[in-house]
């Protein structure tokens, strides 16, 4: 398997340190809206989500997890189909989460961000969005979904780095 590209960015700037991938599709918005939120879709590409996301909160299981507890995502923004913002909990604090999605075209672009916390480390975790959005891609596509882990990390480690 091929990694795809672009790869993201460690950024800094006024508003502080982020990860920030942008990706373009040759899809309608909704269809990558969809992808996105829906859970039967959502399942073939990051993890299982159950509940009402009418409430803000929904409960979520990572798809390399299965069997964990679930873990509450809370809903920060939800605007279909251009805007979603969530925080969810990993081993390293509270993630924010942003998807922005714009149509221009016949395309969708998406940018994908997570505001870092010192010690700004995207090392392991850039290649982990990296592998997530290419799992994103394919279920978009209508494509096999990449499967190797191994593929993206430790290999794209050191394209994650913070910038001097």
């Not at 398997?1 to 990706?23: A, K």
């Not at 924010?96 to 395309?107: D, I, K, N, Q």
């Amino acid at each position: 398997m091929t990694v795809t590209t672009p790869l993201g960015q460690v950024l800094r700037d006024d508003d502080g340190v982020r990860l920030e991938f942008v990706r373009t599709y040759p899809d309608p918005i909704e269809d990558v809206w969809s992808a996105l939120t829906e859970a039967d879709r959502v399942a073939r590409w990051f993890g299982v989500w159950t509940g009402d996301p009418t409430t803000g909160t929904v409960d979520f299981v990572m798809i390399e997890t299965p069997d964990a507890d679930p873990q509450p995502v809370k809903i920060l923004e939800c605007e279909p189909p251009t805007d979603l913002v969530v925080e969810m909990s990993s081993p390293d604090g509270t993630w924010t989460l942003a998807v922005r999605l714009r149509a221009e075209a016949g395309t969708t672009t998406l940018v994908f961000t997570q505001h870092l916390d010192e010690p700004y480390d995207a090392t392991s975790i850039g290649p982990g969005w990296h592998y997530y959005l290419d799992r994103l891609a394919a279920v978009v596509s209508g494509t096999p979904v990449p499967e190797v882990w191994d593929d993206y990390f430790p290999a794209l480690e050191s394209s994650y780095r913070l910038p001097d």
